[in-house]
């Protein structure tokens, strides 16, 4: 089966981000073994080096200067990762951001919207985005 990794920086605290996450886990297990690799706050540097220790296959990197996307278009990306390899990264940096090194390992650095979020509500976003993304290459009626 194929294998999504989020890779992320810090800890979930909030039970209702626990709680959220873990529902779109579930929901992803019907198409991929999905896992989250969380990562301790360091200062950049160091955790840059973490997360580039900690992806692997295809890359993709939430970053504000990165490609902003509809839904359809994250999923043709998402599943064509897919057919590329048998492990998708996708990575959520630190609340100070990422080096130049991780933002060069990116195969794909994706905005979700030029606002702030907090880090942890990004990792539910994210979770629930890629869930979006195989519902509608499977045509399921989530996505409408």
Do not use: W
Not at 44 to 66: H, M, R, Y
Not at 95 to 119: L, N
Request: aromatic residues 10%.
């Amino acid at each position: 089966m194929k294998k999504l990794k989020l890779v992320v920086v810090g800890k979930l605290k909030e039970p209702f981000f626990v709680d959220a996450c873990n529902e779109y886990l579930k929901r992803l297990s019907r198409f991929v073994k999905a896992e989250i690799c969380e990562l301790k706050d360091r200062g950049i540097s160091a955790e840059s080096d973490d997360i580039l220790s900690a992806v692997g296959g295809e890359v993709a990197l939430a970053d504000l200067s990165g490609e902003m996307m509809t839904s359809e278009g994250f999923s043709e990306y998402i599943c064509g990762a897919f057919v590329r390899h048998d492990v998708v990264s996708f990575v959520i940096g630190g609340s100070c951001g990422v080096d130049e090194r991780v933002k060069a390992r990116a195969d794909k650095r994706i905005c979700f919207g030029k606002m702030t979020y907090p880090h942890m509500l990004m990792r539910v976003i994210a979770l629930e985005q890629l869930y979006r993304a195989f519902t509608i290459k499977e045509g399921m009626p989530y996505h409408k």
